[in-house]
C-alpha cells in the first residue's frame, strides 16, 4: 500500500474497502464472485447501493439473455449488475457522469480486479457527447438512477434517445418507490415509453441477500411504447 511522506496510508485509503458479491446457488461454492472497490466517501458513485444488489442478481437470473448482448449500465458507479452482465458474456459498457472522474477511474481498478474487459464511458445524462451515438445497446442498466427529481428529465432523455437508436432494446431499472409510481408513470407518458414488466425487487432475491436490504425496492422493464416487447427468458 502506498502512503504519505510520512509512511502512513493516505486517508483515502483508509476508507477504502473491497467487498465480495456472490451468484449461483451454493453459497460454498459460488458460480460467479465480483469483488467491488468501495470507497465510504460522500460520493454516490464509490459505494454498492442496494439497488445495484438487486439488478445485479436480476441480471444473474437472466444470464442466458444477457450472453452476447449489447449492454449499457447508466449512472453506474461500482457497476455490478454490469459486470455480472460481463462475466456471463455480455458486451458491456460502464458509465457515469463525465465529470466523476475518480468514479471512471473506480470502475477501470474494479474491471481490472475481475479480469473483465468492459468500455468505461464519461456519459452524462441529457448530453449528447459524440460517444452517445455510438452505442446501441440491446439492454440499458441504471441501478438507483431515479433518485433525484431535477435529474429525471435527463435521464430519461438519455434512456429514450438510446431506445430510439437500438430499436427491441429495454431499459431495465431499479429503484426505491418512495412516494408511488406516479412520478415515473408521468415521466414514461411524457417520453413516450411503457412499463413491461414490474416486479417486487425483494421478490426475486434469494434468502441471503434479503436480510441485508430494506425499503420498497422495485424494478421495472421499460421499453418505446410504439415497439412489442420481447418474451424475457428466465433460468
Ligand atoms: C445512487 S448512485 C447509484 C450507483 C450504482 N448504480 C449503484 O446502484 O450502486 C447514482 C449514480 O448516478 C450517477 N449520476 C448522477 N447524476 C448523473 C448524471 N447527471 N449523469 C450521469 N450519471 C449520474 C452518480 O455518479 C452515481 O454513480
Known sequence: ???????????????????????????????????????????????????SIVLAEYV?????????????????????????????????????????????????????????HCNILGLTWGVWDASIFTLCPRIILGADVLYDNDAFDDLFATVTFLLQNSPGSVFITTYHNRSGHHHIEFLMVKWGLKCVKLLDGLSFMPPCKVSGLSGNLQLAEISLSNEVAEPTVSH
Not at 502512513?8 to 449461483?24: I, K, N, V, Y
Not at 450472453?67 to 458509465?95: D, F, I, N, W, Y
Open 1 to 51: 500500500m502506498e502512503g504519505n511522506s510520512s509512511g502512513e496510508p493516505a486517508a483515502d485509503q483508509l476508507m477504502t474497502t473491497t467487498s465480495r458479491h456472490q451468484f449461483g446457488d451454493d453459497p460454498d461454492e459460488p458460480a460467479v464472485a465480483i469483488s467491488v472497490i468501495e470507497n465510504m466517501k460522500e460520493e454516490y458513485g464509490l459505494f454498492v447501493w442496494p439497488c
Open 60 to 116: 444473474w437470473q437472466q444470464r442466458l439473455r444477457f450472453s452476447g448482448a449489447t449492454v449499457v449500465e447508466l449512472g453506474a458507479g461500482t457497476s455490478l449488475p454490469g459486470l455480472v452482465a460481463a462475466k456471463v458474456g455480455a458486451h458491456v459498457t460502464l458509465t457515469d457522469d463525465a465529470n466523476k472522474l475518480e468514479v471512471l477511474d473506480n470502475m477501470r481498478r474494479v474491471c481490472h480486479l475481475n479480469k473483465l
